[in-house]
């Protein structure tokens, strides 16, 4: 079993970042992928970006440029940098080592 617990939302204006941290404990494989989700109310979650175990990476289009996703294999921890956050940015963020998922961290951007 594997427990992943997000951290680091909040409450930020147009501009400003946000670091999410996931931490993961529990029976680990090494090297599986990390990924962050976000969902809005009513709609489904959408891809977010992921990290491999060789560190290369995948982001949505929408979040290109402003995010960055990383992990600490040492630590069981991964991150997702955010910068430039938009209104549109705002959503619940999941991070997840498939099939296993955290309970999300709320991130709002609002002037």
């Known amino acids: 079993q594997v427990q992943l617990v997000e951290s680091g939302g909040g409450a930020v204006q147009p501009g400003e970042s946000l670091r999410l941290s996931c931490e993961v404990s529990?029976?680990?494989?090494?090297?599986?992928?990390v990924a962050w989700l976000r969902q809005t109310p009513g709609k489904a979650r959408d891809f977010v970006a992921h990290?491999?175990?060789?560190?290369?990476?995948d982001y949505s289009d929408s979040v290109k440029g402003r995010f960055t996703i990383s992990r600490d294999n040492a630590q069981n921890t991964g991150y997702l940098q955010m910068n430039n956050l938009k209104p549109e940015d705002t959503a619940v963020y999941y991070c997840?080592?498939?099939?296993?998922w955290g309970r999300g961290t709320q991130v709002t951007v609002s002037s």
């Open positions: 997840g080592m498939p099939p296993y």
């Open positions: 990290i491999r175990s060789d560190g290369s990476t």
């Open positions: 529990g029976t680990i494989v090494s090297g599986s992928l």
